[in-house]
């Protein structure tokens, strides 16, 4: 359950990270504060802090996990401080929004994070919001399954391969 919500954050954060990377900075110079808000507006209106809301929840897991491995007889004591770290450290989820919305604001202009962000409260932009995680999901669902039937015949073709070199894998 947690992992598909802490999968969908991560993708979002990667690709954000991966448009700043190939976009090139706009100003080597930092960005103002109007720019950062309104990057922060940008980043809300996206949805994007619901994907990284499961996050924190998603690392507290794998820590809990860890643990677990080590001293399956803590199970309950682990479940409860991993409930408290829950609510401890949930607002700590608006430090990736500063992250973000200050690589919005080195990334693009003022100018254009306001044109983004009349796009995305226009109809089209709004659809795009709505319908943008389905199509996500479902292209890397369909990019999982091409990889593992890739995977299926080059590990057909490496047996084949290594057989006529008289190796049977």
């Known amino acids: 359950m947690m992992a598909p919500k802490l999968a969908r954050g991560a993708r979002a954060a990667a690709v954000v990270f991966t448009m700043a990377m190939f976009t090139g900075l706009a100003s080597a110079e930092e960005p103002t504060p109007a720019a950062v808000a309104v990057a922060k507006e940008l980043i809300v209106l996206k949805g994007s802090t619901q994907l ?3 996050v924190v929840p998603g690392v507290i897991e794998q820590v809990k996990a860890v643990f677990m ?26 430090q990736l929004v500063d992250q973000v919305a200050q690589l919005y604001a080195r990334t693009f202009t003022e100018q254009e994070l306001k044109d983004a962000l009349t796009f995305y409260k226009s109809p089209l932009g709004r659809k795009i919001v709505n319908e943008e995680p389905k199509v996500l999901d479902d292209g890397f669902r369909r990019i999982q399954q091409w990889a593992n039937k890739f995977s299926e015949e080059v590990m057909s073709k490496m047996r084949a391969e290594m057989k006529k070199k008289g190796y049977d894998l």
Do not use: C
């Open 69 to 94: 491995q080590t001293n399956p007889a803590l199970g309950r004591e682990l479940n409860d401080v991993a409930a408290q770290l829950r609510t401890e450290y949930a607002p700590r989820a608006s």
């Open 52 to 54: 990284w809301d499961a």
